[in-house]
């Protein structure tokens, strides 16, 4: 068997199908089902053979990480990257990654934040703005975070509503 590697740790192998069963071949048709069974080969000399059958073993790959500290240092985030936050309104959003990264004094800066809504003072989305973490926001709803609304009318944030 040979080995595929794939970024993230996950692997898959690839097994030769001859060790397997031949049922569900094309030719299997021209046979009886006892014959099948039994693994016999097809009853007529001049069939072509069966072509190699090939099996995909995969095996499970984990995105699991213990806390969020371990996450973001694992995840490549650097300054300026752009970062998509799911959610809608204070529920669904990671709030604890996103506390992590706000509290890192070192961390990412100049981010570019996509999400539906800027969230609320002092919880999740806010908490980046509070550290001074986002410089350009792509949303449809602002209207609840009072340091978005200061850095906007200030011109530290730029703003894309969609």
Known sequence: PSSIHLVGGASMSLV????????????????SPRAIHRGEPPLLANNPPAPQRRYIHHVEMTKLCPDA????????????????VGGFGLGGTPETLLNELASR?????????????????????????????????????????KNFEHMFFTGQLEVELV
Request: hydrophobic fraction near 30%.
């Open 16 to 31: 030769d199908g001859s060790h397997g069963s031949s049922r569900g071949s094309p030719h299997d048709l021209r046979r």
């Open 105 to 145: 004094e070192d961390g990412p800066t100049d981010l570019t934040v996509a999400s539906l809504t800027a969230g609320v003072d002092d919880f999740g989305l806010g908490r980046l703005f509070e550290a001074g973490k986002v410089k350009r926001m792509i949303s449809s709803y602002v209207g609840e975070n």
């Open 69 to 84: 500290k371990t996450a973001l240092s694992l995840s490549g985030l650097k300054s300026g990257d752009t970062i998509a």
